[in-house]
């Protein structure tokens, strides 16, 4: 349907190490966005993906959508203990509304 | 500070009470969407309106009801509370496009606590 799925569900890294999260449709996806949200906040968005095969970077994160417009990922370079949080992508559904997030990826990073 | 404004920040009340949750969108977002989100789980759809009008529904319960306002704004109202309605309920607005939803603004969200 139009659920997407997100692994891993939590990450414990070492302070230097890098990390990814990663997002998957069974069905094609207009769009991708990602959100991160701090412990105790609220969730905060990052980017948006819309071409097939789009890769992004902020500073020590890139996103990628693949090819087929199905799966997406965030990937962080050298994780620092700002970068503790929840990981969340979500699915557009065209201008209707509803976007759909997938269940989030937690990371905590050890200093 | 996201420009979204949510009240009462915390509530705490009993089992089969109701209360209402306040949103104020960002200036000039048209759309606003409504989330719950209770303890390790993510972020679950419940309603979004459009200048007024209800433009797609979630896995909202029938105890739970929405409105977009003439000036925008959104209330959210939880009736026949039950132990399970305990949770974070966040508000986001956005402008959407005709491509997609956009980018979504999140408040700082409503505790709800039921005793």
């Known amino acids: 349907g139009q659920q997407v799925m997100q692994i891993p569900q939590y990450q414990h890294v070492q302070e230097g190490e890098d990390f990814t999260t990663y997002c998957n449709s069974s069905t094609t996806l207009s769009n991708i966005q990602w959100y991160k949200q701090r412990p105790g906040g609220h969730p905060v968005f990052l980017i948006q993906?819309?071409?097939?095969?789009e890769v992004k970077k902020q500073k020590r994160l890139t996103f990628q959508f693949g090819e087929a417009k199905k799966n997406s990922s965030l990937h962080i370079t050298a994780t620092q203990t700002t970068d503790v949080g929840t990981y969340f992508c979500a699915r557009g559904s065209g201008n209707t509304g509803k976007l759909i997030f997938g269940q989030g990826t937690t990371l905590q990073v050890k200093p | 500070d996201s420009g979204v404004t949510q009240t009462p920040k915390h509530l705490i009340t009993a089992t089969g009470q109701r209360v209402t949750l306040r949103c104020s969108p960002r200036?000039?977002?048209?759309?606003v969407y409504w989330y719950q989100q209770s303890l390790d789980q993510g972020l679950q759809f419940l309603i979004q309106?459009?200048?007024?009008?209800?433009?797609a529904k979630g896995n909202i319960l029938e105890r739970f009801s929405a409105q977009q306002f003439p000036d925008l704004h959104s209330e959210l109202n939880l009736s026949s509370l039950e132990l399970g309605d305990s949770a974070l309920y966040f508000c986001?607005?956005?402008?959407?496009?005709?491509?997609?939803?956009?980018?979504?603004?999140f408040g700082e969200g409503s505790r709800l606590t039921v005793l």
């Open positions: 309106y459009y200048n007024g009008e209800e433009r």
């Open positions: 200036s000039g977002d048209l759309s």
């Open positions: 993906l819309v071409k097939s095969g």
């Open positions: 986001a607005s956005s402008v959407p496009t005709i491509r997609d939803t956009g980018e979504l603004f």
